[in-house]
C-alpha cells in the first residue's frame, strides 16, 4: 500500500535556501492549508526539499506574486 498526500495552501514566507557541509541543496518553506469544513481554520505545514527538488522549487515560487501551491507527496 503506497500513502499519498496531497496539499494545496498559500506560501507564507519566502522560501529558505541553504546548503549542508557537504554541498546538497536544502529549501524550508511552509503553505498555509485551509481546512476543507471549515475555512476560517488554517493548518501551517513546513515542508523541505532536497538537492534538484530544492533548486526547481526556488525557481518557480516567490512571496512577492499570490502563490497557491499544490504538493503531491
Known sequence: ???????????????????????????????????????????FINIVAWNKTAEFVLSLIHISEPTRLGMIS
Open 1 to 43: 500500500m503506497i500513502n499519498n498526500v496531497t496539499l494545496i495552501g498559500r506560501l507564507t514566507a519566502t522560501p529558505e535556501l541553504r546548503q549542508t557541509t557537504t554541498g546538497k541543496t536544502v529549501v524550508s518553506f511552509c503553505i498555509a492549508v485551509e481546512r476543507r469544513f471549515d475555512r476560517a481554520t488554517s493548518d
